[in-house]
């Protein structure tokens, strides 16, 4: 059984995210999709409220979990025996930024890192694009999942 974890903010879920895990999951098992907490960030979304965004997406996808953690991602992936990270990748810069973690993550938890490419429909979208449409009163539906829209009106009025 081979299985991944696939961590970040989801501050909030969008398409660039779903584009990844869709194309992820034909290659795993099992999919944790794992919200990171950093104490120093601040959020827009609470870590439940992201939680249930997610879980919204993806309640009919038995290989999906939602989870948080806090820590390490390779000493999560050992203590739940999750195989690889995955991440996205949209541009070069992502690479750079992604190449030194991933090859820290190896150096540090012999956890390998598997990357996917974003479509080149979904990859100009980020969370921080959507929280700066959001905070200026726009429309972010062609931009996030359509099952998350209801939850952010809780949050955004
Ligand atoms: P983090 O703070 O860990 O970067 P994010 O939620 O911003 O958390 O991103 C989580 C993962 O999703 C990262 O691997 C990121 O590259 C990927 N990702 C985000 N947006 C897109 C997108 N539009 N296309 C492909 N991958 C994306």
Not at 15 to 21: F, R, Y
Not at 42 to 51: G, L, N, P, Q, V
Not at 56 to 80: M, R, S, W
Not at 115 to 120: E, H, I, Q, W
């Amino acid at each position: 059984m081979t299985s991944a974890v696939f961590p970040g903010s989801f501050d909030p879920i969008t398409l660039g995210h779903t584009d990844i895990i869709n194309r992820a999951l034909p290659l795993f098992d099992r999919l944790m999709i794992a919200i990171g907490i950093n104490v120093d960030k601040k959020y827009m979304f609470d870590t439940e409220m992201r939680i249930k965004m997610i879980e919204a997406v993806y309640q009919d996808e038995p290989k999906i979990e939602v989870v948080k953690y806090t820590g390490l991602t390779v000493d999560f992936c050992h203590q739940n025996q999750l195989h690889f990270i995955l991440r996205g990748l949209r541009n070069p810069a992502d690479f750079e930024f992604e190449k030194a973690i991933a090859q820290t993550n190896r150096k540090l938890g012999n956890v390998e890192t598997v990357f996917l490419l974003t479509g080149p429909e979904t990859s100009f979208i980020s969370s921080s694009i959507v929280r700066d449409i959001l905070r200026n009163g726009g429309d972010i539906s062609k931009l996030v999942p359509a099952e998350i829209l209801p939850l952010v009106n809780q949050v955004c009025h």
